[in-house]
């Protein structure tokens, strides 16, 4: 079988995303009879209808379910090709780094600043991003490394990490867990956690402690579902909703050292899994890197204090801020 060209994917994921051939031509720009025949020939060369039709609204079968999730895969990597080529086709080609704000940009910028001193190293931009930003970042060619922090999707990266802290709860003052000495992550179960845009259920488990609280309960399927909190998109947002007691947290212990509050108190969090922080760059399964990466890579071991033999496997480890790598 022929395989499909990216113009045909970008078809069918525009028609799979809009449900409709006509609303999916208008947004391609073209008419709907030679999109249909497009989609036509797609399933033809299937050999399996990739739309249920009938409906008000075009129903993915199967097959479509697929196409639709392996699709998107192909248009990131072609586009995040795309925006390589054209840095690497600069005159003075640079890198760019990204890391979210706070610790993260605090991190990245050692490494930066010990980058530049080298010899020969080529200029770094320097990119902030937003919550979970930086790994999509990098997958999409927008950046060429990233600083990246728990939870996040290993997914077309290879990862370097950087170091580890603990976690604390933060619990509004009024709450009864706030007068506990210490708290295990099964204390939380059924206490409302603030949402972040596009968890998943593997970041939301991690949020919430339930990574850990799963391992310790005896028969499976006893956790209950945690009440939905407010939908954040910051720390500071985060702890301003714990504060007004609409929800508890588990937060970096830089966090709680920088932010005291008259009406938050942190507690240890004595089986809470850590917060970590990791260098990301695009995954070559054939081991061989740009240069400039390679080279920022070292420099990130260097700074951090992992041995190059093994800078997969290393992790430094801090308990506030100040102290340890970072």
Not at 93 to 107: Q, S
Request: hydrophobic share 45%; net charge neutral; proline share 9%.
């Amino acid at each position: 079988m022929e395989d499909f060209d990216v113009r045909e994917i970008r078809y069918f994921l525009a028609v799979a995303e809009e449900r409709n051939f006509s609303r999916a031509a208008a947004r391609l720009g073209m008419s709907q009879p030679p999109l249909s025949r497009a989609v036509k020939r797609m399933e033809r060369r299937l050999g399996a209808p990739l739309f249920e039709r009938g409906h008000r609204a075009l129903r993915l079968t199967a097959a479509g379910l697929t196409l639709r999730d392996e699709g998107r895969k192909v248009l990131e990597v072609v586009s995040a090709a795309t925006r390589r080529t054209r840095r690497a086709a600069r005159a003075a080609p640079a890198l760019t780094a990204t890391a979210e704000p706070g610790r993260g940009t605090e991190v990245l910028r050692r490494i930066v600043d010990a980058y530049a001193a080298l010899p020969g190293a080529p200029a770094t931009a320097i990119a902030v991003s937003g919550y979970r930003a930086p790994a999509a970042a990098v997958r999409g060619g927008h950046a060429d490394i990233a600083v990246i922090s728990t939870p996040y999707d290993r997914r077309g990266l290879a990862v370097l990490p950087l170091l580890e802290e603990r976690r604390v709860a933060a619990v509004p003052a009024a709450h009864p867990l706030a007068s506990r000495a210490e708290l295990r992550c099964a204390d939380l179960a059924g206490e409302p956690f603030p949402r972040w845009p596009g968890d998943t259920d593997a970041a939301r488990r991690y949020v919430t402690g339930q990574d850990r609280a799963d391992a310790d309960r005896a028969e499976p399927g006893e956790a209950a579902e945690d009440p939905a909190g407010p939908l954040v998109h910051d720390m500071q947002q985060l702890l301003e909703v714990v504060g007004l007691g609409q929800a508890l947290a588990l937060v970096p212990h830089h966090v709680a050292e920088r932010n005291p509050r008259p009406d938050v108190v942190y507690l240890p969090v004595a089986d809470a899994s850590p917060y970590a922080m990791a260098l990301a760059w695009p995954d070559d399964p054939a081991g061989l890197l740009c240069p400039a990466v390679d080279l920022f890579v070292k420099t990130a071991i260097d700074v951090v204090g992992a041995p190059v033999d093994s800078p997969r496997g290393t992790v430094g480890t801090v308990d506030a801020v100040g102290a340890g790598p970072a």
